[in-house]
């Protein structure tokens, strides 16, 4: 009799109808499995996960379903038909009923929009949306957006020149898009060419998960028309802000940069090209970057050939977790600038700013910095018309270090209880428990068969993007690009790790480090979370000795994407976590402790957080919702 994997997707699609109708249980499944197989089509990819698994793992404890139901939703018919489009490499061409149907993480494809409205508008609960040739020509009036996507999950927005050649126009974005996942947006050719007017944009994007804002020649050649950023992806995750030829040749453009970025989490900024050639430009930056981690900038070109432009950074990246801006030929052949630098860069752990050429071949110029941070580079700096005051040196950061040697908290920004040391781990201890739930966006294994067929490597990125639709620059392609160099990076030492796309794949590499006879855990639970808790009942996996795990942490790619990984000298525990006043159960966690932290980076949040260094402290953390680790069964 033929295999199953030996038919042609053509000949198994006909078969996988004709067997459709019936329902049969899983062959094998036994009666403790934890599975509910009873009826399910034997074809589907689930069926075919559930066979493997009681091929693979040697014991009978019962199958997770939190794992299980993470498997591919596709019907028996829907793996054969995007099968067969994967070997044709004809998935572009379905791909969204094949994200559909997948539960996969794309995006729309927006349709450029033609519609004209001459009267103002004011937008809420606004989803999806191309904005083409939108306020075009305007003579006054305002537009205002205002819960516009809000808490989204996709929203995904383009604005092409908006308010190009208007005169007087005013738009307003208010509470725009809070609380979104994945957000793309983009704003090209915006105010181009208008005359006076304002563009405001306020409470955008707060509490995001991995923005990708592009503002490309926003407000070029605009004449005196004023922009304000204030509370602008505040509290926001993992994301990028580019900014290219923002108010080149503009005349006396004012923009306002306020709230920028604060208490955000590894936020990039682009400035390229800003206010280039501009006449009279005004640029304030007021607590940017404040109370982040990492942030990291990048002024280039910024206010190139500009004439009497003013810029102000005040409280910039104060208070910050490291971080890195550089300022590559800011101000550059221009004539009268004034730049003020008050309170930047007083990161709360030393960053590093490189400033290159920076006011080069300028005339009259002005820069001052005042109360400035540490650990500067400064390349083919302008001689003439700098002052530097209160310069802050290398010993100003003895204050940080003696709190680190102490083993005491140290950095207000990593959230309370996300690392803790195994000490804690004791009944009626009680302890913050950091927000573990799951912040991505709901997405499902693909089946092996499928998987296989799509490429999965940095050198076929051109064709990942030309599968998912990912245009240049785009959120898609930063996507697709990040998860692939992050699995393609070496391990650190001691280190075993391997990204995969499908349950049987991380079945065989937590098999093949950890034996047949495994089991997997996480977390039963979010409850507790940004809470206190009490430690209850605590139970040391393997008599709580130093044990091997596995443990799988999810990536942000289209398809439910795992970097797994293993490193020696762990222990992990189960612990009932209590209600404090109540002594009532709440959940169930399972926390790791990471016994050998010499390989770590001192920059790492657990030293920023609980003190002390590298290879000095052991380190514990909760799984949190959705990731998992393997061990083997007791």
Same mark, same amino acid.
């Given at each position: 009799?033929?295999?199953?994997?030996?038919?042609?997707?053509?000949?198994?699609?006909?078969?996988?109808?004709?067997?459709?109708?019936?329902?049969?249980?899983?062959?094998?499944?036994?009666?403790?499995?934890?599975?509910?197989?009873?009826?399910?089509?034997?074809?589907?990819?689930?069926?075919?996960?559930?066979?493997?698994?009681?091929?693979?793992?040697?014991?009978?404890?019962?199958?997770?379903?939190?794992?299980?139901?993470?498997?591919?939703?596709?019907?028996?018919?829907?793996?054969?038909?995007?099968?067969?489009?994967?070997?044709?490499?004809?998935?572009?061409?379905?791909?969204?009923?094949?994200?559909?149907?997948?539960?996969?993480?794309?995006?729309?494809?927006?349709?450029?929009?033609?519609?004209?409205?001459?009267?103002?508008?004011?937008?809420?609960?606004?989803?999806?949306?191309?904005?083409?040739?939108?306020?075009?020509?305007?003579?006054?009036?305002?537009?205002?957006?205002?819960?516009?996507?809000?808490?989204?999950?996709?929203?995904?927005?383009?604005?092409?020149?908006?308010?190009?050649?208007?005169?007087?126009?005013?738009?307003?974005?208010?509470?725009?898009?809070?609380?979104?996942?994945?957000?793309?947006?983009?704003?090209?050719?915006?105010?181009?060419?208008?005359?006076?007017?304002?563009?405001?944009?306020?409470?955008?994007?707060?509490?995001?998960?991995?923005?990708?804002?592009?503002?490309?020649?926003?407000?070029?050649?605009?004449?005196?028309?004023?922009?304000?950023?204030?509370?602008?992806?505040?509290?926001? !995750?993992? $994301?990028?802000? #580019? *900014?290219?030829? %923002?108010? +080149? @040749?503009?005349?006396? &453009?004012?923009?306002? =940069?306020?709230? /920028?970025?604060?208490?955000?989490?590894?936020?990039?900024?682009?400035?390229?090209?800003?206010?280039?050639?501009?006449?009279?430009?005004?640029?304030?930056?007021?607590?940017?970057?404040?109370?982040?981690?990492?942030?990291?900038?990048?002024?280039?070109?910024?206010?190139?050939?500009?004439?009497?432009?003013?810029?102000?950074?005040?409280?910039?990246?104060?208070?910050? !977790?490291? $971080?890195?801006? #550089? *300022?590559?030929? %800011?101000? +550059? @052949?221009?004539?009268? &600038?004034?730049?003020? =630098?008050?309170? /930047?860069?007083?990161?709360?752990?030393?960053?590093?700013?490189?400033?290159?050429?920076?006011?080069?071949?300028?005339?009259?110029?002005?820069?001052?910095?005042?109360?400035?941070?540490?650990?500067?580079?400064?390349?083919?700096?302008?001689?003439?018309?700098?002052?530097?005051?209160?310069?802050?040196?290398?010993?100003?950061?003895?204050?940080?270090?003696?709190?680190?040697?102490? $083993?005491?908290?140290?950095?207000?920004?990593?959230?309370?209880?996300?690392?803790?040391?195994?000490?804690?781990?004791?009944?009626?201890?009680?302890?913050?428990?950091?927000?573990?739930?799951?912040?991505?966006?709901?997405?499902?294994?693909?089946?092996?068969?499928?998987?296989?067929?799509?490429?999965?490597?940095?050198?076929?990125?051109?064709?990942?993007?030309?599968?998912?639709?990912?245009?240049?620059?785009?959120?898609?392609?930063?996507?697709?690009?990040?998860?692939?160099?992050?699995?393609?990076?070496?391990?650190?030492?001691?280190?075993?790790?391997?990204?995969?796309?499908?349950?049987?794949?991380?079945?065989?590499?937590?098999?093949?480090?950890?034996?047949?006879?495994?089991?997997?855990?996480?977390?039963?639970?979010?409850?507790?979370?940004?809470?206190?808790?009490?430690?209850?009942?605590?139970?040391?996996?393997?008599?709580?000795?130093?044990?091997?795990?596995?443990?799988?942490?999810?990536?942000?790619?289209?398809?439910?994407?795992?970097?797994?990984?293993?490193?020696?000298?762990?222990?992990?525990?189960?612990?009932?976590?209590?209600?404090?006043?109540?002594?009532?159960?709440?959940?169930?966690?399972?926390?790791?402790?990471?016994?050998?932290?010499?390989?770590?980076?001192?920059?790492?949040?657990?030293?920023?957080?609980?003190?002390?260094?590298?290879?000095?402290?052991?380190?514990?953390?909760?799984?949190?919702?959705?990731?998992?680790?393997?061990?083997?069964?007791?």
């Amino acid at each position: 009799m033929h295999k199953l994997e030996d038919m042609t997707p053509l000949f198994l699609l006909f078969f996988l109808y004709f067997v459709s109708s019936f329902s049969v249980g899983v062959a094998g499944a036994g009666e403790n499995s934890g599975d509910s197989t009873v009826g399910e089509n034997p074809f589907t990819p689930k069926a075919s996960l559930i066979r493997y698994w009681n091929k693979q793992i040697s014991n009978n404890l019962p199958k997770p379903s939190f794992l299980l139901n993470k498997a591919s939703p596709l019907s028996a018919v829907e793996s054969a038909t995007f099968t067969k489009l994967a070997d044709q490499n004809a998935l572009s061409t379905q791909l969204s009923s094949f994200c559909s149907s997948a539960n996969l993480l794309c995006f729309p494809d927006l349709s450029p929009s033609l519609e004209k409205h001459d009267e103002n508008v004011n937008f809420a609960s606004y989803l999806n949306k191309n904005f083409t040739n939108y306020g075009t020509s305007r003579l006054g009036g305002l537009d205002s957006f205002k819960n516009y996507s809000d808490g989204d999950n996709l929203p995904v927005d383009s604005f092409r020149r908006y308010s190009r050649d208007s005169t007087g126009h005013g738009d307003k974005f208010a509470n725009y898009a809070p609380d979104a996942n994945v957000v793309d947006q983009s704003f090209n050719t915006y105010g181009t060419d208008a005359t006076g007017g304002t563009g405001e944009f306020k409470n955008y994007n707060h509490f995001v998960n991995v923005p990708n804002l592009r503002f490309t020649s926003y407000s070029a050649d605009g004449n005196g028309r004023l922009q304000s950023f204030s509370s602008y992806t505040e509290d926001a !995750n993992a $994301g990028d802000q #580019s *900014f290219s030829n %923002y108010g +080149k @040749n503009g005349n006396g &453009a004012a923009n306002d =940069f306020s709230g /920028y970025g604060k208490d955000s989490n590894v936020m990039g900024s682009t400035f390229s090209g800003y206010g280039e050639t501009a006449n009279g430009a005004s640029d304030t930056f007021t607590s940017y970057g404040s109370d982040g981690n990492v942030p990291e900038n990048n002024f280039r070109n910024y206010g190139d050939g500009g004439n009497s432009a003013i810029d102000t950074f005040m409280n910039y990246r104060d208070q910050s !977790n490291v $971080g890195d801006d #550089s *300022f590559q030929s %800011y101000a +550059k @052949n221009s004539n009268g &600038a004034k730049a003020n =630098f008050v309170n /930047y860069g007083q990161s709360f752990n030393e960053g590093t700013d490189k400033f290159s050429g920076y006011g080069d071949g300028a005339l009259g110029q002005s820069i001052g910095f005042k109360i400035y941070g540490v650990n500067n580079t400064f390349k083919d700096y302008a001689k003439k018309g700098v002052t530097f005051g209160r310069y802050i040196n290398d010993s100003s950061t003895k204050l940080a270090s003696s709190l680190a040697s102490s $083993g005491k908290p140290v950095n207000r920004w990593v959230e309370p209880g996300k690392f803790f040391r195994e000490r804690m781990l004791k009944t009626g201890t009680v302890m913050p428990m950091p927000d573990i739930r799951d912040k991505m966006p709901k997405r499902s294994f693909l089946p092996r068969v499928i998987l296989s067929k799509i490429p999965f490597s940095t050198s076929k990125l051109s064709e990942l993007k030309q599968i998912f639709h990912a245009s240049e620059n785009s959120s898609m392609e930063s996507i697709l690009a990040d998860a692939l160099s992050e699995c393609e990076r070496a391990p650190t030492r001691d280190e075993t790790k391997r990204c995969v796309g499908s349950v049987e794949d991380m079945i065989d590499f937590a098999t093949s480090v950890l034996g047949r006879n495994v089991v997997i855990r996480t977390t039963e639970s979010t409850q507790g979370s940004k809470q206190n808790v009490m430690i209850g009942r605590v139970n040391g996996i393997n008599g709580g000795k130093v044990t091997k795990s596995v443990s799988c942490h999810q990536s942000l790619f289209p398809y439910l994407l795992y970097y797994c990984h293993s490193v020696p000298k762990v222990r992990v525990y189960e612990a009932d976590l209590l209600d404090p006043k109540t002594k009532a159960k709440i959940n169930h966690g399972v926390a790791i402790c990471h016994l050998d932290t010499s390989a770590w980076s001192a920059g790492h949040g657990a030293f920023m957080a609980l003190g002390s260094g590298p290879g000095k402290i052991e380190v514990c953390h909760w799984i949190f919702e959705n990731d998992m680790t393997w061990t083997i069964a007791d």
